[in-house]
Each structure stands twice: as C-alpha cells, then as structure tokens.
C-alpha cells in the first residue's frame, strides 16, 4: 500500500497514549488517540483505520464493541495488559484481541507486534520492521578466564534490571550465549533453560518470527531474557553461521540491546557478530599471553574483518598481584582502556555461586560501581544501580545439570 498504516489508540491514560504515540510515530506510522472505547468505535465508522491499540482496563468491555464497529474485519486490536497478569492476558485472548502485550513493554517489542499484525491483516508486505534494529553489544577475549562471560551477564543484567538512574534502564535486552560448546551464561544467572539454542537452529520459522523464537528465551528475575548456549558440546558444529545471522537479526528486530557472549573461540559466527556489533567489548587479563593474544587478534580482526562498532578494552584485575600495570597495557594495546574492574575474588566468586550478577546483588560494591561505569560508556548514559540489600539467593540448582 502507497499510505502509511493508521493506528488508533484508545488509552484513558494519557501517558500511556503518550508513549504508544512516541514509539509508533518514530516507526513511521500515522497515530491517532482517543481516551474512551466509544471514540474508538466513532473512529472506526468514520475513518480508515488498520489497527486498534487499546489499553487493558479500556479493552476489558469494549472488544466486542469495537468489532461490531468495524467496517473491515481485518482490521486487529492489539491489547495492552497489565504487567505480570497471565489470567488478564488470557481473558483478552478469549474475548477476541488478535494480540496482547504487557504494559512496561520495550518498544522493540511493541514495534515487532505491531509490525506482526499488519502483516497478518495484508497491510503491510513481510520484511522485517522498518524503524531499525536494537543495539548488538558483543563481549570477546581470545583467552578463556579472564571473566568474559562475568561481564556481558552483569552488564545485561543492569541494562534490563530498571534499577539504574538512566532513562536507558529497564531497557528490552536479551543475552545470547554464542560460546555454543561450554556456555556458562545460565550458570551465572541460577537459571534451568528447557530450550537453547541448538534446538532453536532447527526450528525453522522460530528464528525468522519474533513471537516463535520467544519460546526459546528463559527470563531472568532482573528483566533479563536469555538465549542458552547448547546444554551438549557437540551441538555446536551444527549451528551455521545463517541461522545465527537469523537469530540475531530477529532479536535485533525486537529487544533494544542485543548483548552476545562471544566466549574464547573465533569462527565465522562469532566474526559476523563482532562485525555487526556496534559496541565491541574486549576483556583483557594484566598478563603478557593475554595482551599478547588481544594484539594478535585485533591484527587478525583488521585484515579479515570489517568492523563497525566502537572497540572497548576492560582490563579485569582477576588476581590480586599482577606484574603489569595499567599503563603496560594502554602501551602494548595502544589505547586506553575503557574500564578497569577491580580484584575482588571472594565477591566474585560468591556471585557466581549463587547464580545473583553482583551489580545487583552488591551495587555499592567497587566491582558493581566499575560495571556501572562501563555499561554508562557503552550506551552513551550515565548508569547507576540502585543500592538495596541482596535478596536471598534461590537454592543452587545441581550443579551438573544444564537442562
């Protein structure tokens, strides 16, 4: 179709219409806004409407109304419920909304259905949503150890926590774990995945379709959702480098940040995600192999690789006597890290113990201030977690048991 969709909204609160009205005008979309379900149901009789967003409490009595008003069947209703209300949610199922999405959505998401609906409807051609792509953040090191996967789940974990003093908390975010042998994301976050991401590469339609590939994600207490590395080694190899281009692409298309775990080994998968990457996080061990290696592979990376992200070097103290200092390594890597986090290895490990990121479970602690700062230097905001004391941690799954 040559006209941009028309999406009504119909929301007693007003800023409720105000954020819908931001997020869908910024996708190129024409907005109108009503406050009561009898406004809806004049507007769909006197205008050309190509779906209906309409809040819980507004929705609850109105759906058949809003139909009946419907000159044009195809016409959907998205319903926003409210947060954490499975029964509501399921009521506006049944009572006939096309779709439902919980109020404190990502606006990736809200775009993602939308976009979903309009398809459906035969209003829009399929291709993916056209505003753009949420922010990839990939974390690499060329040795294992030095606490990669440490960082990329504490710097998620804050991202999605809506703990911080930044209007870019509580973000949409999701963690992949691409370190597909021996990925330990799950580990860290106490968490007991049923889907990873082997059985995802198998399913066809799932790595194209935003609300398929939701099943495969585990959500985390923080906000938190988790793509799981396979739960057996040897499903790796049969992970191709187009279905993660897929998986990524499709996540990209519905979270605002993406952050990938890249782990230790370099293959053409995880090449295509640090090309993709608009922020590169290289964690780096004060000790001359592992400068060594990150030299080697930033050599390697630009004479094979087109990188277009900015480059991050944290420099992790994870031993408490170390023979390099700081400037050793802004020389021998020839840049100035962007964070440095301090040794604190009871802390640590401790946090990994009990499956709880320290930048939540101790935000005032110098390790949590350090990630602060670093997740601040990666999104352009400055980030502070709110200090509260740790909740009891969840009883330690086994330990050997991944699935």
């Not at 954490?84 to 606006?107: C, P, S």
């Not at 963690?175 to 106490?190: E, P, R, S």
């Not at 499709?250 to 979270?255: A, P």
């Not at 030299?295 to 277009?308: M, R, T, Y």
Request: aromatic residues 4%; contains cysteine.
């Amino acid at each position: 179709m040559s006209r941009r969709p028309t999406i009504l909204i119909c929301a007693p609160d007003e800023a409720l219409r105000t954020a819908l009205h931001g997020a869908l005008t910024a996708s190129d979309q024409d907005v109108r806004e009503v406050a009561s379900a009898a406004e809806a149901i004049a507007e769909l009789a006197d205008g050309e409407v190509d779906l209906v967003i309409a809040e819980g409490l507004a929705a609850s009595g109105a759906i058949d109304s809003l139909r009946a008003a419907r000159a044009d069947e195809s016409v959907p209703i998205l319903v926003v419920a409210p947060p954490g209300d499975v029964e509501a949610r399921i009521a506006f199922l049944e009572a006939g909304a096309d779709d439902v999405i919980e109020g404190g959505f990502a606006r990736r998401e809200l775009e993602a259905r939308v976009h979903a609906l309009l398809i459906r409807a035969g209003t829009v051609a399929p291709g993916p949503v056209s505003s753009g792509a949420g922010q990839t953040i990939a974390f690499f090191s060329p040795k294992g150890g030095v606490g990669t996967t440490a960082l990329a789940v504490n710097c998620a974990a804050l991202l999605a926590s809506g703990s911080g003093g930044s209007d870019v908390m509580g973000a949409g975010v999701v963690l992949v774990d691409l370190d597909l042998q021996f990925g330990q994301v799950a580990t860290h976050l106490n968490l007991s995945p049923k889907l990873d991401f082997s059985r995802l590469a198998t399913d066809d339609l799932a790595r194209t379709d935003p609300e398929a590939l939701e099943a495969y994600l585990t959500p985390h207490s923080s906000g938190l959702k988790v793509l799981a590395a396979p739960t057996s080694p040897d499903s790796a190899a049969r992970i191709s480098v187009e279905e993660v281009e897929q998986v990524i692409s499709t996540l990209r298309g519905t979270f605002d940040y993406v952050v990938v775990d890249c782990g230790t080994r370099l293959d053409p998968r995880t090449i295509w995600v640090l090309e993709q990457a608009q922020e590169i996080v290289y964690v780096v061990f004060p000790e001359l192999g592992s400068l060594r290696a990150m030299s080697d592979l930033i050599q390697f990376l630009g004479e094979a690789a087109v990188l277009q992200g900015r480059t991050h070097f944290v420099v992790n103290h994870i031993s408490a006597r170390e023979l390099l200092k700081t400037r050793d390594v802004e020389n021998l890597l020839r840049s100035r890290p962007t964070a440095e986090i301090p040794f604190a290895d009871v802390d640590m490990i401790r946090s990994v113990n009990e499956g709880a990121p320290i930048v939540l479970s101790r935000p005032s602690s110098p390790v949590g201030l350090a990630i602060q700062r670093l997740v601040g230097a990666l999104v352009g905001a400055e980030v502070r977690s709110t200090s509260r004391p740790p909740k009891a941690p969840r009883e330690r799954r086994p330990l050997f048991s991944r699935g």
